[in-house]
């Protein structure tokens, strides 16, 4: 941050009592943006200014005030957060990930991050590879050889740190001499083992660490589910080594798939402890334990389904002329076809967009038509 003096008060802001994370980032762009004023001056407003200029309702105004008193207390921890090489990231800086807030938007784009360690990672092309914490040995292969991989390709790789595939991921990006980013499952300030062990890595600028929570919170099974949102959204690509038919996998990749996510499942032989496939029936791509995909290789009863990956039936060039196509213009497939010829179906187009996350839809005389929209200037792409 610019100015450390503003740390308490983003502190205070983030971790809210009682608000929830889109109300709190609301008001963030209210103050920075609509405003053009800092946390500190809008702490300090009255409260019928906060009425007039915020829209406060009386327990609002309470709220606020009740935060206020934990402000000399929030003072002290961010000296501490300092004093110790910790950096906190707010919502509005430009260090703050783009992907995030692209994948998450106002509504669970964490309002800060608490990092420690090579800041610069979260805007670089990254992946996440997920999957259960007693994968099997294929599986642990499989997350092996996509983070080679991506180490290989210049790619972030995000982990959550916990056994199974999060640890693989992380060992394997170390070993690789690629980068990665763990996303903790407890306050910053609680992980002095971990980061006793990846000392040499965060200082080398390979490793980063990023926590959402308040820096002394402890590890709690609800606040390893929460982090899972965050691994998912910190990624371009999430790569499934193996999911359950429930848990937190499962749910992270049900909801990617909902939103268009580029998500890619391992298909392996060894279906007993692995609920791959029914992701894969479900849109997820399938790929092979070195990450290929599988379209010719794929049970008969998925080559007919509309599960079949279309990520390279556009050209690069062709995928730029879309992309100019639909932030000029609110079209629907056939529309599309027909100012940009391209080589595929109308079927096969939808399926295309679906996997591009800054396609929008929006329905107009019971049809469904695709845009892009136009950046606007807030903290969010989209709001």
Same mark, same amino acid.
């Given at each position: 941050? +610019?100015? #450390?003096?503003?740390?308490?008060?983003?502190?205070?802001?983030? #971790?809210?009592?009682?608000?929830?994370?889109?109300?709190?980032?609301?008001?963030? !762009?209210?103050?920075? #943006?609509?405003?053009?004023?800092?946390?500190?001056?809008?702490?300090?407003?009255?409260?019928?200014?906060?009425?007039?200029?915020?829209?406060?309702?009386?327990?609002?105004?309470?709220?606020?005030?009740?935060?206020?008193?934990?402000?000399?207390?929030?003072?002290?921890?961010?000296?501490?957060?300092?004093?110790?090489?910790?950096?906190?990231?707010?919502?509005?800086?430009?260090?703050?990930?783009?992907? $995030?807030?692209?994948? $998450?938007?106002? +509504?669970?784009?964490?309002?800060?991050?608490?990092?420690?360690?090579?800041?610069?990672?979260?805007?670089?092309?990254?992946?996440? *590879?997920?999957?259960?914490?007693?994968?099997?040995?294929?599986?642990?292969?499989?997350?092996?050889? *996509?983070?080679?991989?991506?180490?290989? %390709?210049?790619?972030?790789?995000?982990?959550?740190?916990?056994?199974?595939?999060?640890? %693989?991921?992380?060992?394997?990006?170390?070993?690789?001499?690629?980068?990665?980013?763990?996303?903790?499952?407890?306050?910053?300030?609680?992980?002095?083992?971990?980061?006793?062990?990846?000392?040499?890595?965060?200082? /080398?600028?390979?490793?980063?660490?990023?926590?959402?929570?308040?820096?002394?919170?402890?590890?709690?099974?609800?606040?390893?589910?929460?982090?899972?949102?965050?691994?998912?959204?910190?990624?371009?690509? *999430?790569?499934?080594?193996?999911?359950?038919?429930?848990?937190?996998?499962?749910?992270? !990749?049900? /909801?990617?798939? +909902? +939103?268009?996510?580029?998500?890619?499942?391992?298909?392996?032989?060894?279906?007993?402890?692995?609920?791959?496939?029914?992701?894969?029936?479900?849109?997820?791509?399938? !790929?092979?334990?070195?990450?290929?995909?599988?379209?010719?290789?794929?049970?008969?009863?998925?080559?007919?389904?509309?599960?079949?990956?279309?990520?390279?039936?556009?050209?690069?060039?062709?995928?730029?002329?879309?992309?100019?196509?639909?932030?000029?213009?609110? $079209?629907?497939?056939?529309?599309?076809?027909?100012?940009?010829?391209?080589?595929?179906?109308?079927? %096969?187009?939808?399926? #295309? $967009?679906?996997?591009?996350?800054?396609?929008?839809?929006?329905?107009?005389?019971?049809?469904?038509?695709?845009?892009?929209?136009?950046?606007?200037?807030?903290?969010?792409?989209?709001?």
């Amino acid at each position: 941050m +610019k100015q #450390h003096t503003e740390i308490p008060y983003w502190i205070t802001l983030a #971790h809210l009592p009682k608000w929830g994370t889109e109300k709190i980032n609301r008001l963030v !762009v209210k103050i920075v #943006h609509d405003n053009q004023m800092n946390l500190e001056i809008f702490f300090h407003l009255s409260e019928s200014e906060w009425k007039d200029r915020f829209e406060f309702s009386d327990n609002d105004v309470l709220d606020v005030q009740n935060a206020k008193l934990e402000l000399p207390n929030n003072a002290f921890l961010a000296e501490e957060l300092l004093s110790q090489g910790f950096e906190v990231v707010p919502l509005n800086s430009f260090e703050y990930s783009k992907i $995030l807030k692209d994948n $998450l938007k106002i +509504k669970h784009s964490p309002t800060v991050l608490y990092t420690k360690g090579n800041k610069q990672i979260m805007q670089e092309n990254s992946i996440a *590879i997920v999957g259960s914490r007693d994968a099997d040995k294929d599986s642990l292969q499989f997350t092996d050889n *996509i983070a080679k991989k991506a180490s290989e %390709q210049n790619k972030v790789v995000v982990s959550g740190f916990a056994k199974g595939v999060d640890k %693989q991921s992380l060992d394997s990006a170390i070993r690789y001499k690629g980068r990665s980013i763990v996303v903790l499952p407890q306050g910053i300030m609680t992980f002095g083992s971990g980061i006793k062990k990846y000392y040499a890595e965060i200082t /080398n600028g390979n490793v980063l660490l990023v926590s959402t929570f308040h820096p002394k919170a402890a590890w709690s099974v609800g606040l390893a589910m929460a982090r899972n949102s965050i691994i998912y959204g910190l990624a371009n690509e *999430i790569y499934v080594a193996q999911s359950s038919e429930s848990g937190g996998t499962w749910a992270g !990749v049900i /909801n990617g798939l +909902k +939103k268009g996510r580029s998500i890619f499942a391992y298909l392996s032989e060894n279906t007993e402890k692995n609920n791959n496939l029914t992701l894969i029936e479900k849109g997820a791509k399938p !790929v092979d334990i070195d990450g290929n995909f599988l379209e010719e290789n794929l049970p008969k009863n998925l080559l007919t389904s509309d599960n079949i990956n279309s990520k390279n039936i556009i050209e690069n060039s062709e995928f730029e002329q879309l992309v100019i196509l639909l932030k000029k213009e609110t $079209l629907t497939p056939k529309q599309i076809l027909e100012k940009l010829p391209l080589n595929i179906s109308d079927k %096969q187009l939808i399926k #295309h $967009l679906k996997t591009i996350p800054i396609v929008k839809t929006i329905k107009k005389s019971n049809r469904i038509h695709y845009f892009i929209e136009q950046n606007v200037a807030t903290l969010f792409l989209t709001i």
